[in-house]
């Protein structure tokens, strides 16, 4: 397996991108403004996009894309989330005054998209690809996702904050290699970080007690005009687990 970063900023502006990740050639985790980078026949042969959850950084591109290349296809673009998320995505967006519902289009029976619920801790094979719905804690409805090839995995928190439910199962991942982890704001924001959910240095470093695997880390969702600070702060807070800033086209394979 091969996971190639699209996107991985809590903004944009400049060369940043909100959070995208391509699987292989084929599956999308997340759609925010990162997959405007690839091409439309890129697009054209995705055929599955699993969303973390509803917010519009990581699903902004999704109406784009299937408007785009929908009808390039011959086969409906699956789009895997929780109930809840789904429901949104139905209710908010595409509901025909935001978007046309391309679950209808150009019929019920043969449409360009449809959804297909996934319950956390389910798994989706796909090709000998396995793909499962981890626990989140956000301020709506989310989930990360456990990648495994076989033969080793990466994990993907999703937007969370404080999340004691997550690592007592990313702990028995026997072979994970990767966890990219978020950190959206500074210290000096805790408290904007505990309001909206997600975290801070201080708040990761408390995560990453309960972390007992010894793969690596990558930092992402870091906002704009922050991010040195923040990744300052982050290695003071945990430096002895050599965390890296995940970047724009930096490639995993797995």
């Not at 998320?85 to 449809?114: A, G, V, Y």
């Not at 396995?130 to 999703?158: E, K, M």
Request: proline share 5%.
């Amino acid at each position: 397996m091969k996971l190639r970063v699209l996107g991985c900023s809590g903004g944009i502006g400049g060369n940043l991108r909100t959070t995208s990740f391509l699987l292989d050639h084929d599956v999308l985790i997340d759609a925010g403004t990162g997959v405007n980078e690839l091409s439309l026949t890129e697009l054209s042969v995705i055929d599955h996009i699993f969303v973390t959850h509803s917010h519009l950084d990581h699903i902004c591109s999704i109406p784009f894309m299937v408007d785009s290349v929908g009808f390039m296809r011959d086969r409906p673009l699956t789009i895997y989330a929780t109930a809840d998320t789904l429901q949104i995505l139905q209710q908010h967006m595409f509901n025909w005054k935001i978007w046309p519902d391309f679950s209808e289009i150009p019929n019920s029976q043969q449409p360009i998209m449809r959804y297909q619920e996934i319950a956390l801790g389910e798994t989706v094979m796909l090709n000998g690809r396995r793909i499962t719905a981890l626990p989140a804690n956000h301020v709506v409805p989310a989930v990360g996702y456990h990648l495994d090839s076989g033969t080793s995995s990466l994990v993907f928190t999703g937007d969370t904050t404080s999340n004691p439910a997550l690592w007592p199962i990313v702990n028995r991942i026997e072979n994970l290699r990767y966890l990219i982890i978020e950190t959206a704001f500074s210290n000096s924001e805790r408290e904007l970080a505990v309001l909206s959910k997600h975290m801070c240095p201080s708040m990761l470093a408390a995560e990453l007690k309960l972390f007992k695997r010894s793969a690596e880390v990558f930092i992402t969702h870091l906002k704009p005009g922050e991010i040195e600070l923040t990744m300052s702060e982050i290695e003071q807070a945990v430096g002895a687990l050599s965390p890296k800033m995940l970047l724009n086209n930096h490639e995993f394979e797995f």
